[in-house]
């Protein structure tokens, strides 16, 4: 009987005629994510609201931009799109994102979302945009089988612990850590070692205020001797392979570790390994209690009548804990409101909610520099050449430490 009235249901909402819609540009394209997006939808249309999909595969591109771009020119822009970090600030800055401080308001936002998050989704004091998720960049994700062929018994909590644990990995006839040879992920293996050797603080000199003395510094240049170190773990054929083969390498028991961000957890869970039993995670070794992130965060343009009356609709679903928890089941991260319950959510996204409202509390909780959430864009290639260049023994750690002073300057 539930079902049949569910069928009749969704038959009286595909009919509807709807009084209100949503233009939604996004790049969730996957069966997971497009699945989760579908929830979103679902609720919209409940309440009378119908959803006009813009879906970008591949990725949120500059072919996207260029089409948000013509759109909003014209006078015509989207509801909503889907943006990461400085993308958001760049539009604010150009006065075109719609004020959404009464729904923000009325539904407590500023209480729930975590500060470091905020620091994206208002400008001027204007909530602008509504954040889906966190995505946390320091993670390591581990083959529990090939551990244990390895006598690794103890989860490394330091650098040199690491190093300890991926020589035995080695010795055991594995692969130490899993890698693909692209710059942004060995920007993300710099995030986490740089955290390690220099603390949280030292990350926010160096790649928030980009301040020159902590760039030059005798910690920046330990940050990459520990790179050299790692890159005596990867396999020969690491360069350019793509991050989810790396993942899988981990998975199929080729190798002991791979560091990513919780997105790769995705990639076990689709294998049907179970976290705690087929593979472990934790924080980068000397990262315990600080949370690098990114977050996807749908930016909200400014739209009359009742445009605008449906975006608050959106932006409200968006911050639903129903559809954040839904969401970040699916996608790997965890919610953009610390006050949402972990019940559904496996070890691992247990401990990622436990780690990021800890963080918040704590101010430990900073923008990922390889994943545009500390420095614009310019700067972050910038840095992304000097790491990758380094990684592959073009230049050396004294060279790179003063590379990143200059690629600061950018």
């Not at 320091?138 to 551990?147: F, H, M, P, Q, S």
């Not at 740089?194 to 020159?212: H, P």
């Not at 608050?312 to 839904?326: R, Y």
Request: proline share 3%; aromatic share 10%.
């Amino acid at each position: 009987m539930k079902k049949i009235i569910a069928a009749a249901a969704a038959l009286l909402v595909s009919g509807a005629s709807f009084a209100q819609s949503v233009e939604v540009l996004h790049w969730w394209t996957s069966g997971g994510e497009a699945a989760a997006l579908n929830v979103l939808k679902g609720n919209l249309e409940k309440q009378g609201v119908k959803w006009n999909d813009m879906p970008v595969a591949g990725g949120g591109g500059e072919q996207a931009m260029t089409a948000l771009r013509a759109r909003v020119t014209a006078g015509n822009p989207p509801t909503a799109v889907q943006m990461l970090g400085f993308d958001i600030t760049d539009w604010a800055k150009q006065g075109v994102l719609a004020d959404l401080n009464a729904v923000a308001a009325k539904e407590g936002w500023d209480k729930t979302v975590p500060k470091a998050l905020q620091a994206f989704s208002k400008h001027d004091g204007k909530w602008i945009a509504a954040p889906v998720n966190v995505h946390s960049t320091n993670w390591v994700w581990a083959n529990k089988e090939v551990l244990d062929k390895a006598g690794v018994t103890k989860l490394p909590a330091s650098f040199d612990e690491f190093m300890d644990a991926a020589a035995k990995v080695q010795k055991a006839g594995f692969i130490a850590l899993a890698h693909g040879g692209q710059p942004w992920q060995e920007a993300t293996i710099f995030d986490g070692v740089v955290l390690s050797t220099g603390g949280i603080d030292f990350y926010r000199k160096a790649f928030i205020s980009k301040d020159k003395a902590a760039l030059g510094s005798d910690t920046m240049l330990k940050s990459f001797e520990r790179m050299a170190q790692i890159r005596k773990l990867v396999d020969k054929d690491f360069s350019n392979r793509d991050w989810n083969l790396a993942a899988a390498m981990v998975i199929n028991g080729k190798a002991g570790f791979q560091i990513m961000g919780d997105w790769a957890k995705g990639e076990f869970l689709n294998a049907k390994k179970v976290p705690g039993k087929d593979f472990v995670c934790f924080r980068f070794p000397g990262t315990q209690g600080m949370v690098s992130f990114n977050s996807d965060q749908f930016a909200m343009f400014k739209v009359g009548g009742d445009k605008a009356a449906a975006q608050v609709k959106l932006a409200s679903a968006i911050m639903d804990p129903g559809f954040q928890s839904a969401f970040n089941v699916v996608k790997g991260s965890v919610p953009a409101r610390t006050d949402v319950p972990d019940t559904a959510f496996d070890d691992c996204g247990k401990k990622g909610m436990k780690d990021l409202a800890e963080a918040n509390t704590k101010n430990t909780l900073v923008g990922s520099m390889a994943h545009g959430h500390a420095v614009p864009a310019s700067i972050k290639n910038a840095f992304y050449d000097v790491i990758t260049r380094h990684f592959n023994g073009q230049i050396d750690s004294k060279a790179a430490v003063k590379e990143m002073v200059a690629a600061a300057s950018n």
